[in-house]
Structures are given as structure tokens and as C-alpha cells.
């Protein structure tokens, strides 16, 4: 959430960063809110210290004799009384103006790092670095025709449990699901994350404080009996583990993993990847999670980033790794490295991984502090990154495993967890 200060002291710092973001959003409704509770607490400050004078002032009237029923303590009094009634009326108003206030920041995004690339969408991002050498040749399928091969899963049984979009892994798909997931989270313990293993149900201020709502709200799934809704992603309850706490800062990093079941009613991507598993409303995702010193986030991204690469180094799997430009961001992420693995079968890379800086964005909606070296609470950092989409990773090992007698060769860090080098026909 941007911060009141800052919009009432430097709107055009907010202007700015939005319009990078290609929004143009007239903040004159907000500042006046915000010069309205300024002005609000002025006075409410000023009766406060009235009325803390007048009942001194009875105390010291009473210690000189004067009868505590006398007309003077009496006047004192109902004066006193009349300033709390006062103060009252202006907490009640002041309650009213930053509700309405509060509702309407929270619709709006983060600002982008200052050194973040200008741009309107993604064609407008940079890529920064490749890893291993893509393979192309004739034939090559992509991973649902491979699945359909080896028989993998089942889609269409799937819409008969639910609906279109979800999928049910069968025999060496569900063990490869599950070897992967032990995989990852074995990879990041071993680099010193702490695992976590949260609820896949979340309450509307935990989706409140990552972010997702009120923007997202039309893409989740929500509970109608209760104040709960399926996670969009592990990022949600990571975050507000620490809600409301001040956290030592000789703590941070504090750095988790955390495998959970992602729900997502991907509206809006309609006819997108509707075969397959790269854009289903269930699927499964290892998470990475820092709550950061505000003065290391920047390192902190780099480390993040590299962490999530490793996974696919680990996996002997191709990808780059792009930078987002401002108008590509995520709502709550100021700065973005996005990993792309590279699938053969459709000869192209696709998004794997999104590695993010949130900056103070979510730590201020979830009020999660430390203290700064003059023993001050400030907000600290919070940086997300997928490490990784496991249905993605599925994908992209299947079609770069392909062979031509219909088997899949599986990376070597995944044998052990496997319990076979391959895929093969049943």
C-alpha cells in the first residue's frame, strides 16, 4: 500500500511511478482526504491537550482545598467533559475519512523501482541473461500431445469431477508431480530456507495485506459460507505469517519455502493454453518467500532470483531471464525478473518463475516492522519468487526429454526421486 505521507507531502512521486505503469489516476479525491485527516488530527491534538490541562488543572485545585463539588471544580468539569465529547465526534469522523481513504489506496499498485525499465507491456522487456542452449527439430511435440502418448492424465474425466481447466495425474505423471515437489523443496532447505507447509484457505485480510484484494477478487475462489478463499498462491499466507509482528532484525533475512496447492479462476485468459498444464485453475508451486532489511532488498532480489535459477540448472533445462518493464509489473512488485523455460515442442519460451521486490508495498498493508539501528520501527521489505510452477516444469521436462521411441529422459537430479532415468510408454 503507498504510504499517506507520501501522498500528501509528494503526489507527483506517485503520479509518476503510476503513469509509468500507464495509469492516469487523478489524485485530487485523495489528498484531499488526507489534508481533511491532517487537519483533523490538528484540532483533535489541540482539545486532547486542552482537556489533559483542565483535569491537571482540577487535580491541583483539589490538592489546594477547594471542595471537588465546589461551582468552579464543577465548571471545570463539564468543560472537560464537553472537549472529550469534542474529541469524540472528530475520532468518529476521522475513522470515517481514512476507511474511505484506506479503500481507495489499496486500489492502487506499487510504484516501480526508480532504475525500473520504461515501458508500456511486455514487449517492452529486457532480456538480461540465457542459460543452457535450446534444441530444435522436426516432429517435436508439445507436452499435452506427449501426455496423450504415455497417458499421463486426464482432462476430460477431470471436467466431469469439476470442470474444464483441472486435471487428475495418473501413475508416472503423479509420482514425477510428487518428485518434483520433494525435489525443490529439498534444493532451497539445503540453501538455507526455512520450509513451510501453509493452509491452502486464506481470510480476506491475508489476501488484503499480499495484495490480491480487492484487485484480484474476481479471480479467486471464495468460500461463500465463510470469511475464506482458496489461495491464488503461497505468497498470500507467507506473508501474513508475520502480520502485525515487529520482527528483530538480527532475524532477516527471514527466508521460507513453502509447497501449497495455487487456485486461480484465470479470468480473462479464456482460449489461452486451454491444453495442457500451463494455465490451469489448480495447480501445484513451490514459493519463495524473504522478509528483508529494507537497505539488502535490492541484493536480496538478485539472490532470489539466482535461487529459483538453480532449480532449472539443477533441471538441465534452457531459459532466460527477463527484466519486466513498468508497465508489465505485478500489482504489489516494484521491481520483477521473470524466468522463462524453453519448450521445444512449441519453440518458444514461456514463463516459469516471477522473482519480485515488493518493497514496503505489503509489509505496510500487513503492518509487519522491524527496528532500524536507532531502534526505530520501520516497515521492512517482503520479495516473492515461484521456485518453481510445478506444471510448468512437468511441461518442460517432457518436451526437452523427448525422445524418438516416445520416451522421456529425466534430468539426473531427478533419478534419485524418481526411482528411473525415464518416461516410458505403458
Known amino acids: 500500500m503507498i504510504d499517506q505521507r507520501l501522498l500528501r507531502n509528494n503526489p507527483a512521486l506517485i503520479e509518476e511511478g503510476l503513469k509509468a505503469r500507464g495509469m492516469d489516476i487523478d489524485l485530487a479525491p485523495l489528498q484531499k482526504h488526507c489534508k481533511a485527516l491532517k487537519e483533523l488530527e490538528e484540532k483533535r491534538n489541540i482539545l486532547q491537550s486542552q482537556g489533559n490541562s483542565i483535569g491537571k488543572e482540577v487535580g491541583k485545585k483539589i490538592k489546594q482545598g477547594i471542595s471537588p463539588n465546589s461551582e468552579e471544580i464543577s465548571n471545570l468539569r463539564i468543560k472537560g467533559n464537553q472537549i472529550k465529547q469534542e474529541v469524540g465526534l472528530i475520532e468518529e469522523e476521522e475513522k470515517s475519512i481514512n476507511t474511505r481513504l484506506n479503500d481507495q489506496i489499496l486500489c492502487l499498485p506499487n510504484l516501480p523501482e526508480k532504475d525500473s525499465i520504461q515501458g508500456k507491456n511486455e514487449k517492452d522487456n529486457k532480456e ?4 543452457g542452449e535450446p534444441f530444435s527439430r522436426k516432429n517435436l511435440k508439445e507436452h499435452w500431445e506427449i501426455a496423450n502418448k504415455l497417458n499421463l492424465w486426464d482432462s476430460e474425466r477431470s471436467a466431469l469431477i469439476a470442470k474444464s481447466r483441472f486435471v487428475t495425474l495418473f501413475n508416472q505423471a503423479a509420482k514425477l508431480e510428487r518428485s518434483l515437489i520433494s525435489f525443490m523443496l529439498d534444493l532451497h532447505v539445503k540453501k538455507g530456507y526455512q520450509e513451510v507447509l501453509p493452509p491452502a484457505l486464506v481470510n480476506t485480510a491475508s489476501l488484503k495485506g499480499s495484495g490480491q484484494l480487492p484487485k484480484f477478487a474476481e479471480e479467486s475462489f471464495r468460500c461463500a459460507d465463510d470469511d475464506l478463499w482458496l489461495t491464488p498462491t503461497a505468497e498470500v499466507p507467507l506473508t501474513s505469517l508475520h502480520r502485525g509482528e515487529i520482527i528483530p532484525k538480527e532475524l532477516l533475512p527471514l527466508k521460507y519455502v513453502a509447497y501449497s496447492p495455487c487456485f486461480r479462476r484465470e479470468a480473462g485468459s479464456y482460449g489461452r493454453d486451454t491444453r495442457g ?28 532470483t539466482s535461487d529459483a535459477e538453480s532449480v532449472l540448472q539443477q533441471l538441465e533445462l534452457p531459459y532466460r531471464v527477463i527484466e519486466l518493464c513498468t508497465g508489465d509489473l505485478g500489482f504489489s512488485a516494484k521491481k520483477t525478473y521473470d524466468l522463462e523455460v524453453w519448450l521445444p515442442g512449441a519453440n518458444a519460451y514461456r514463463e516459469i518463475s516471477s522473482c519480485s521486490n515488493c518493497g514496503d508495498f505489503q509489509a505496510r498493508r500487513s503492518s509487519i516492522r522491524t527496528k532500524d539501528n536507532n531502534k526505530k520501527n520501520v516497515l521492512l521489505h517482503t520479495l516473492n519468487g515461484s521456485g518453481l510452477a510445478i506444471g510448468r516444469t512437468m511441461a518442460a521436462i517432457l518436451e526437452n526429454g523427448q525422445q524418438s521411441d ?15 532415468s525415464k518416461l516410458k510408454p505403458e
Open 128 to 131: 538480461i541473461r540465457r542459460w
Open 277 to 304: 498444464l500451463i494455465r490451469l485453475h489448480q495447480f501445484n508451486k513451490v514459493e519463495l518467500y524473504w522478509f528483508s532489511n529494507p537497505i539488502n532488498s535490492r541484493e536480496a532480489l538478485d539472490q532470489i
Open 406 to 420: 516416445g520416451s522421456i529422459n529425466l534430468p539426473k537430479a531427478l533419478i534419485p526421486y524418481f526411482g528411473s
